[in-house]
């Protein structure tokens, strides 16, 4: 095994018990320092080779201190982010064309990466607020570490006696607090329509879009109380869980659960099924089936919410695919490197090119930008 392979390997290693909570102290504190650094990393600046030893010396030295596990840490990288590729194989959202030399090529309009979290539009009302602003009476907003989160008071909802319909209006997910304490996170355009009955009543959420769910847990009079969230296709109940929710699409939509237990049922049809975690659900508006399968990539999920591109041995080209759709940036990959593996776990940096730099430093490639397009191409033997 060469060393720079067994240096990404130690890299993910980190990175991976890091996000699962796992890491040592001396791993947090080393990942944390990592991530601060390369958020005021300029791409232009070259990397002196004295300070790229010294990095590999401390990744070792991380592998070589306590093995002691500290308990679970789940709110150092809670991000906002947009994009969450689950959605993007299922709506088509990558595509692929031919070139000359059969070179992949993935072209999307060109365009910045979000500003960040700075909206909320509320539907009933029709006007949309810049959370730096007053906001209604009953909703305000918290920052929690580095993340903006829309907080919803019970009172809200008891007062208007209406239901509340949120909006996504930024590239970046959305947080939401719902007053039992259930988190929500909301892609770009994603709609949830909370009862006005919420927290006294059942717990009901009506959701259109990509919505990543965290249920909160809750008991009245010693018995559980359901939460509930309609699509227009299906009915999804559960009492403690984290699961995905894609309803981009009226006629097909997925369900993919995390942890827990969810009971599905389609909304045309008297069909029903219960997921365990790791399986996936898809539901058509014309089949009264309900398809389950072992769902792929979970990771990605989790890196989403929190932030993250994540990837495990997957093909530059499939990597480039999924940074093009973000960054809304046309690349094409040479044949000769389409189908060499990367692993790494990165933040979703505002330019592309920080990411192009990182993806240089640890892969035999080398990135060309020309004519408004980059090149990804095998480095030129000596």
Known sequence: MSKNSSLKKKLHAIFSRYMRG??????????????????????????????????????????????????PRFTVFIRTVAAVFIAMLVCGGIYFLGDRDDAVVLVKKQGEASAGVTALHIVKDGASYNLADALPEGISVEQRDEQKVVVINAATLTVTNKPLHLKNPNREALAIQLSDGTQLWLNQS???????????????????????????????????????VHTTLQQIQVLGTSFLVDAKL??????????????????????????????????????????????????????????????????????????????????????????????GI??????????????????NIRLVEKGGKTYVMPVDKP
């Open 22 to 71: 796992k890491a040592t102290d001396s791993e947090q504190e080393f990942v944390d320092k990592f991530y601060h650094n390369l958020s005021h990393y300029e791409s232009k600046v070259d990397i002196d080779p004295e300070m790229g030893q010294v990095l590999k010396k401390q990744i070792n030295n991380q592998l070589d201190t306590s093995s002691t596990y500290s308990p």
């Open 346 to 363: 990165i933040t979703r940096y505002k330019d592309v090119n920080e990411v192009f730099k990182l993806i240089e430093l640890t892969n």
């Open 250 to 343: 009226n006629d097909k939509q997925e369900v993919v659960l995390l942890e827990g237990k969810v009971k599905l049922q389609h909304q045309k049809f008297a069909s029903s099924t219960v997921l365990q975690p790791g399986q996936r659900a898809a539901v058509s508006k014309g089949d009264s089936h309900i398809s389950v399968s072992a769902a792929s990539q979970l990771h990605k999920i989790e890196a989403w919410r929190n932030g993250l591109f994540s990837f495990e041995e997957e093909g530059l080209a499939d990597v480039m695919a999924e940074l093009a759709q973000w960054y809304g940036v046309s690349i094409t990959v040479s044949p000769a490197v389409q189908s060499q593996k990367y692993s």
């Open 190 to 228: 994603a709609e949830v329509v909370v009862d006005p009955d919420f927290g006294q009543g059942d717990r009901i959420v009506q959701a259109e879009g990509v919505v990543y769910f965290k249920v909160k847990s809750l008991r009245r009079n010693g018995k559980a109380v359901p939460f509930m």
